[in-house]
């Protein structure tokens, strides 16, 4: 007698729930966005939007925050990800905001881009009139984010109040919002990092180079390898040396750590990830370390 197999994997039912978000959101909202970085999670959501409107093409523009501080790498792949999909990207320059006297640029040693993207990212939505945008934000990541809810509604000054969401039953989302107002959306909410890396490696995406292990000139500051560029300030007391390391998260160089890995395929980091008991923020993000309250102070200000 033929047997069937009529299970789902924890990959189906993350892929599924997904897609489903962003078809609703697809449904329902006049002009949504995706924030596309070329990290690993917007590049995973990149590909379950893919799959959501096969064989048509993604019928929303793809947005990037660009501090002028990424790493080359990233870059380059963003570029060439978006020329194979033909989909239309935005990017809205910080380095723009700072020309424009919008934001001010931090000096010294620790000054980063970082915290400036909040302006430059809610200039970008209110420009373009964005009443809704995807973002890659996950649950497990740390406290404020776990918050969230999957639809995250944003007041008319794209501020983020955790006692001013909607309740979400089951599949069941609001989308009502007035002119001025947007709502941020999270299909990966439910999403681990290892969950991130299986699908990765299910799929057989393709990522930066710099999230396998390469030799890279690094110094040390609060526990953490921060890469040497021209961007990054670094004291006398910080000596340059090399190391083999790999990336767990990409952003602006000045605030993204790198850590000591030999990992050099995708099989090696799920093995690597499977092993920490530390989230990949609190391992790379030199400015969500500074204060537990970091990133909730961050979502109130209007960014993720």
């Not at 892929?15 to 995706?34: Q, S």
Request: charged residues 30%; proline residues 3%; negative net charge.
């Amino acid at each position: 007698m033929l047997q069937r197999d009529y299970t789902t994997s924890q990959l189906d039912v993350l892929e599924a729930e997904a897609i489903h978000i962003m078809r609703e959101v697809a449904a329902e909202f006049e002009r949504p966005c995706l924030l596309f970085s070329g990290g690993k999670d917007s590049i995973v959501m990149l590909r379950v939007a893919e799959k959501a409107f096969w064989p048509a093409p993604i019928p929303f523009p793809l947005m990037h925050v660009d501090t002028g501080h990424n790493f080359s790498e990233v870059i380059d792949f963003r570029d060439r990800r978006v020329a194979e999909l033909n989909a239309r990207l935005v990017v809205a320059s910080v380095q723009a905001s700072i020309d424009a006297g919008r934001v001010v640029e931090e000096t010294g040693r620790r000054a980063s881009r970082n915290r400036l993207q909040t302006t430059t990212l809610l200039d970008a939505i209110e420009e373009n009139e964005y009443d809704a945008v995807f973002g890659g934000a996950r649950r497990d990541e740390e406290k404020a984010r776990a918050k969230e809810r999957v639809f995250s509604f944003r007041d008319d000054f794209g501020q983020w109040d955790p006692k001013n969401q909607r309740p979400e039953l089951w599949n069941l989302y609001n989308t009502k919002i007035r002119k001025g107002e947007h709502i941020r959306i999270f299909p990966l909410s439910n999403w681990t990092e290892l969950d991130i890396w299986h699908y990765i490696q299910r799929e057989g995406i393709e990522i930066p180079s710099i999230y396998f292990a390469h030799t890279r000139k690094v110094f040390e500051r609060d526990g953490m390898l921060l890469g040497d560029a021209e961007v990054v300030q670094r004291g006398e007391d910080e000596p340059i040396f090399e190391a083999v390391v790999r990336y767990r998260t990409v952003g602006d160089m000045t605030c993204t750590g790198a850590v000591a890995s030999t990992a050099t395929t995708v099989e090696q980091i799920i093995e690597e990830v499977a092993a920490t008991r530390i989230t990949e923020r609190g391992a790379t993000r030199a400015d969500d370390r500074a204060s537990e309250a970091a990133m909730e102070d961050r979502k109130k200000e209007g960014y993720f």
